[in-house]
């Protein structure tokens, strides 16, 4: 439950309050998509240092090339939805943020396991992912149900 109790009364949450949840599924798609173009962009000197890398190491450094995208988008969001701010750099242009529902902050683990559980359930379930915000409450995913999390407005 996320009220608090203060001098016997039942403080209701920002989570209980049905605005902050106006517009989020759409404001998640184009999150998504500003950080998908900002881990691109961040793969650019990451992947001039791996090919360096591999001329100093005779080729052997650029077998480095296999993660160097899954590397790059994990600390991304490490750093960013674990940080204080809840939000990668896209949510936070599209004025959203990740909350836990126990009321306690998102962490760096969390933040990561949000974001593999996202990608390994497109890779399964592409079609359910989406379409489980259309049904479930506070228009959550299917990750998000898993993981006890929502997002929610940030304005609000």
Known sequence: MNARILDGEIIASRLDDVSVYDGV??????????????VALLLIPFAILVFFLGLLTFGLGWSLFAVLGPAV??????????????????????????????????????AVVHSVLFWAGNVVL???????????????????????????RSDR
Do not use: C, E
Not at 82 to 103: E, F, K, V, Y
């Open 25 to 38: 599924r759409t404001r998640r798609i184009f999150a998504f998509l500003i950080d998908y173009l900002i």
């Open 73 to 110: 988008a994990l600390v991304y969001v490490w750093s960013t939805l674990g940080g204080p701010n809840q939000a990668t750099s896209g949510m936070r242009m599209m004025g959203i943020r990740l909350d836990r529902l126990d009321g306690r902050p998102v962490d760096g683990l969390l």
């Open 126 to 152: 592409t079609p359910l992912i989406l379409l489980v915000s259309l049904f479930a409450d506070r228009k959550r995913t299917l990750h998000d149900l898993l993981l006890g999390t929502v997002v929610t």
